[in-house]
């Protein structure tokens, strides 16, 4: 049974920083794109960062150059690194993997995913 695990989620000051990790089970992700997506309330869920497996990456403009995926094949664990965080960062998130080699913006191709961990940003 595949599952992803989400962890690292919290409350923390604007302008501090959270580490959050996915790890995955029930097989091997090495050769999947794996992703990051954020919910916040009354909010559509949306793209935040994305990796594949030759470690290219990708952000959304809202997170570039604050956030920093990166990914451990040998744990098959993703992490999501969140510097300088705003108010609004404060959402779900949600970590997800695919095989498809394109679109990595859309949460539709990712048929994987964690069950979230809240992260609260305040001001």
Known sequence: QVQLVESGGGLVQAGGSLRLSCAAS?????????????????KEREFVASINWGGSTDYADSVKGRFTISRDNAK???????????????????CAATQAS??????????Y???GTQVTVSS
Not at 102 to 111: A, E, F, L, N, Q
């Open 26 to 42: 029930g097989r091997t992700f090495s050769s999947y794109t794996r992703g990051w997506f954020r919910q916040a309330p009354g």
């Open 76 to 94: 098959n664990t993703v992490y999501l690194q969140m510097n300088s965080l705003k108010p609004e960062d404060t959402a779900v998130y949600y």
């Open 113 to 115: 995913w964690g069950q």
């Open 102 to 111: 394109r679109g990595y913006y859309s949460g539709s191709i990712y048929p």
